[in-house]
């Protein structure tokens, strides 16, 4: 169970960090940093942001998980 979990865990952080970094891309090109837009050069930046940190620290929080402690 435990080697189950850790793998969904490292799986959510690949597709998460590859989802919303695709997604940044896509905004920026689609908006091509127009100055008269910054609203969306800021979203796609965002979501390039939130990729190179939810994805890893996904990863990371999977490889440490344990399981659970039976006392």
């Known amino acids: 169970m435990e080697t189950r979990i ?12 590859l989802l919303c970094l695709a997604g940044g891309l896509w905004i920026l090109v689609n908006t091509g940093f127009d100055p008269k837009d910054p609203l969306g050069a800021g979203l796609g930046l965002y979501f390039i942001g939130k990729a190179l940190f939810v994805g890893p620290m996904l ?3 999977a490889l440490q998980f344990r399981g659970e402690q039976k006392a």
């Not at 850790?6 to 960090?17: D, E, S, Y």
């Open 6 to 17: 850790r793998r969904f865990g490292i799986v959510a952080g690949v597709l998460a960090f």
């Open 59 to 61: 990863i990371i929080a």
